[in-house]
């Protein structure tokens, strides 16, 4: 007997998508997933409908979808945006049924869509004060947070003959934290050991999607003045400072409950070094790349910090790590100060 079923959603579980592009997926006896084509969407209730003589297990999927759904970015900064899709291909032995090629996950691949229409606030392209898009979906935010500070990314893409907008929501915000650290240390690996020192300036904003600030690359600087390489068969010194930007990732933790607070990053830049053969003395110059990891970080532990102002958060510690593969020690110290 053909039972109806009904599937509630709320708005945030289509981010980035669409009512168009829900689905629901049901799991046979063998325990394979398909779609159900017959499903019905109500815009207004919020709701999935469908038909089906199937009792098994059912699941509400979206079928192709702007990712990420949201993002926070500083002034300045880009993030890439991408239709992925949870595309359906026949399932034999079931005409109600498609199977699933993939499930709806972040790690979905960039599905091919010609003809993408990107805007922001309705702009195509965009502009200097919202923030532009390029025709690939590269989001850059303006040089300073526009008012409102949360915009709209959209994709417009065709479908079954019809069009359908996605869109995706970006918060462009300076708030969060911002200072400098200052540290020194040493490390050793398979290759040899180094001393080092120098200094960084990081920044963090605030994720609205979690408790955590994180790191911005491009608000982010990092100064090696020393980067010291001795091994049994060679020794390097830097050239000069190295301050090319290379790497840098990281998050910041506050627990204003308990009055505490964690942070970690891992930087690295690039740069330039003079190189002997200790057996020959001939010299030579090479790329450099130091890196360090920076924060409170106690063993495997994020190492949290009582604080007695959140609005200035001022600490040193020592990080020691140690492995098969080599060793760490950092002593670092920092300001970081609230950015409203």
């Known amino acids: 007997m053909p039972v109806t079923l009904e599937l509630p959603f709320e708005q945030a579980d289509i981010a980035g998508s669409s009512t168009r592009a829900l689905r629901v997926a049901v799991q046979d006896a063998q325990g394979r997933w398909g779609v159900l084509r017959a499903a019905t969407v109500d815009a207004v209730a919020r709701k999935v409908r469908l038909t089906t003589s199937h009792f098994s297990d059912y699941s509400m999927v979206i079928g192709w979808q702007l990712r990420p759904g949201s993002a926070t970015v500083a002034p300045g900064q880009s993030v890439a945006f991408a239709v992925r899709m949870c595309a359906p291909a026949s399932a034999p032995g079931d005409e109600d049924l498609v199977g699933l090629l993939a499930a709806c996950t972040e790690t979905l691949e960039p599905h091919a869509v010609a003809n993408l229409e990107w805007a922001v606030n309705a702009i195509r392209g965009g502009n200097a004060t919202v923030g532009t898009v390029t025709s690939s979906g590269v989001y850059t ?19 079954e003959g019809d069009k359908d907008l996605l ?21 050793s690996d398979s290759t040899g050991s180094y001393t080092f020192a120098g200094s960084a300036q990081l920044s963090f904003i605030k994720d609205p999607a979690t408790t955590l600030f994180q790191l911005v690359p491009g608000e982010s600087s990092v100064r090696f003045d020393t980067w010291d390489f001795t091994s049994s068969q060679l020794v390097c010194r830097l050239a000069a400072a190295a301050t090319i930007p290379f790497a840098s990732v990281g998050s910041l933790t506050l627990l204003d409950a308990l009055k505490s607070y964690a942070w970690v990053a891992v930087v690295q830049a690039q740069g330039r070094e003079n190189c002997s053969w200790v ?19 106690q063993g495997q532990t994020p190492g949290f910090l009582p604080y007695t102002d959140a609005a200035q958060l001022e600490g040193r510690n020592v990080i020691d790590e140690s492995s098969a593969g ?15």
């Open 167 to 187: 869109v995706a929501n970006v918060t462009v915000t300076s708030a969060g934290y911002g200072g400098t650290v200052v540290f020194s240390g040493r490390s």
């Open 326 to 340: 080599g060793s760490l020690h950092v002593e670092n110290s920092w300001t970081l100060v609230r950015v409203p």
């Open 279 to 297: 057996a020959t003395g001939e010299r030579f110059v090479r790329d450099a790349f130091p890196a360090t990891m920076l924060g409170t970080q």
């Open 141 to 159: 935010a303006p040089a300073s947070a526009p008012s409102p500070n949360v915009v709209a990314v959209s994709a417009e893409m065709s479908f």
